[in-house]
């Protein structure tokens, strides 16, 4: 666990210093590379509603939900309180309702934690129908990947689903800078180990490095 919790500071502190200064990202802050915040990360909510079935009256946790890039789009939708958002930084967290503003943030009374076993626990409590993680699997090292899914499995209940949208290597695992690509192998037998069913719903086209953006599912 040492090696995956010195991973995982690593991202944070990098990510919390560009945050900080303001620079673009295609995740985090007001500065997005993918377009604006509030429209940014649209697509995929249109995904949750069209291809699983998302309601208003469902409970979603967004497991690693940065600056809430995507949790906006719930938070303007789902039923007040129904929203957690799950993160590994504060100054994160901080940020997101900023930039969502005081109105929505009162309205929507988003449940915003730092991971932890116990936040893990309180969320899957609240029975949520729909845990999802987008983009956040490449920072999470070799030997945090039982612990990542392990989570999220674990929050989950008979017909809940975990999504998972991320880049991933198309053969064995490799990193690349600060960045871990794990083999859908991998993803698969950990998945199983742990007592879920997994399913590959999207894959695009593997790149010249030898990584995929894929969308997965897995249930219990």
């Not at 967004?62 to 930084?89: A, F, K």
């Not at 794990?182 to 990584?211: K, N, P, Q, W, Y």
Request: charged share 25%; net charge positive; aromatic share 8%.
């Amino acid at each position: 666990m040492r090696r995956s919790k010195g991973h995982t500071e690593a991202y944070r502190e990098a990510a919390e210093a560009k945050l900080r200064r303001g620079e673009a990202h295609p995740t985090l802050g007001g500065t997005l590379k993918t377009g604006l915040f509030g429209e940014s990360g649209e697509d995929f909510f249109v995904f949750l509603l069209d291809d699983c079935g998302l309601k208003e009256t469902d409970v979603c946790v967004d497991y690693g939900c940065g600056t809430l890039r995507i949790g906006v789009h719930l938070l303007r939708y789902l039923i007040p309180g129904n929203y957690w958002g799950l993160d590994i930084s504060q100054l994160f967290l901080d940020e997101g309702c900023r930039l969502m503003g005081v109105e929505l943030t009162e309205k929507a009374r988003p449940n915003l934690r730092i991971i932890s076993p116990g936040t893990v626990a309180e969320a899957g409590r609240a029975k949520p129908r729909i845990v999802f993680s987008i983009m956040v699997a490449q920072h999470i090292h070799l030997d945090g990947l039982n612990e990542y899914i392990g989570n999220m499995l674990s929050m989950i209940g008979p017909g809940g689903q975990v999504i998972i949208r991320s880049f991933v290597s198309a053969a064995a695992f490799f990193t690349r800078g600060s960045k871990s690509y794990h083999d859908l192998a991998a993803i698969e037998a950990t998945t199983v180990s742990l007592g879920g069913t997994f399913m590959v719903l999207r894959r695009g086209e593997t790149r010249s490095m030898g990584d995929v953006k894929v969308t997965l599912r897995i249930m219990r």
